[in-house]
């Protein structure tokens, strides 16, 4: 599997902006899909956004037009920048690679929480 760690969540006011970044191990992190997803307790995980090598971006509906997802390959590094960020944005945030033909699972991260205060 690709170790990847995630960094950025806190605590926001409603309106406000968070940038969430996730570093990813080994040269073939810039070789896959990479996505975000979020979870709060007692709900399943779901899909944020995610991006392909391609650079297509697919998104939530909840979150289009406020949350962008990019990727730096020279950085092995993936983003998500979430803006106009609503209290039901409140979740802790995961990196995901999917299985590809590097890795036959899913990479999760450690999560990164956000909060998102009225």
């Known amino acids: 599997q690709v170790q990847l760690v995630e960094s950025g969540g806190g605590l926001v006011q409603a309106g406000g902006s968070l940038k969430l970044s996730c570093k990813g191990s080994g040269r073939s992190f810039s070789l896959t899909n990479q996505g975000w997803y979020r979870q709060v307790p007692g709900k399943q995980r779901e899909m944020v956004a995610t991006?392909?090598?391609?650079?297509?971006?697919d998104y939530a509906e909840s979150v289009k037009g406020r949350f962008t997802i990019s990727r730096d390959n020279a950085k092995n590094t993936v983003y998500l920048q979430m803006n106009n960020l609503k209290i039901e944005d409140t979740a802790v945030y995961y990196c995901?690679?999917?299985?590809?033909?590097?890795?036959?699972?899913?990479?999760w991260g450690q999560g990164t929480q956000v909060t998102v205060a009225s």
């Open positions: 991006i392909n090598l391609n650079g297509r971006r």
């Open positions: 995901n690679v999917p299985p590809n033909r590097y890795t036959a699972s899913d990479s």
